[in-house]
Each structure stands twice: as C-alpha cells, then as structure tokens.
C-alpha cells in the first residue's frame, strides 16, 4: 500500500501540470479557430502572416501581399491585431 501511495500522488502532479493545461489551450484554439471570419489577419503555423478572405467548414482562405492559398483551419496558429506586417511600401 505504501508504494501506491507516490505513485499516485506522481499521476495526480502530472495531471495538473502537464495534462490539464494542454487540454486548456487546445480548447482555446479550436474557440479562436471556429470565430474566424473574413478580414482578420493571421499567422499560420508555418509563419506565414496574411489576411483571411473566406472561411469554408474545415479551410480558410488567407492572402499574403501576393500570394492567396488555402489552409487547413487548424494550421492557423494566432489571430494578430497589427496589420502593419502586411503593407508593402512601394517607392
């Protein structure tokens, strides 16, 4: 019975310090995932900054200065409030 005792005591450490908090973040990016709509800038999990152009059920379209491509929903790492990235000064 004493050996149990630190065994569980060890699960219930990992369960609060590595478990729960990954459960929390994931549902906080499936929350940030499922509000996105055309028109927010965003930073794909490849470091690509762009503005989002239509949203389907599981892809977003994002255009990037140039570039518009297709993503997966889940490849969007963050919604960003500075759009500043996304000008290009043509001189």
């Known amino acids: 019975m004493e ?3 630190p065994m569980i005591l060890m699960v219930v450490i990992f369960y609060f310090l590595l478990i729960r908090p990954q ?7 499936t929350k940030m995932v499922d509000a996105l709509k055309s028109g927010a800038s965003v930073v794909t999990r490849g470091g690509v900054i762009g503005t989002v152009q239509s949203v389907k059920d599981t892809t977003v379209t994002v255009r990037s200065l140039e570039s518009k491509f297709e993503v997966e929903k889940h490849a969007i790492e963050r919604v960003t409030s500075d759009k500043s990235n996304l000008t290009t000064d043509n001189k």
């Open 3 to 5: 050996m149990f005792v």
């Open 23 to 29: 459960q929390k973040k994931a549902k906080e990016h």
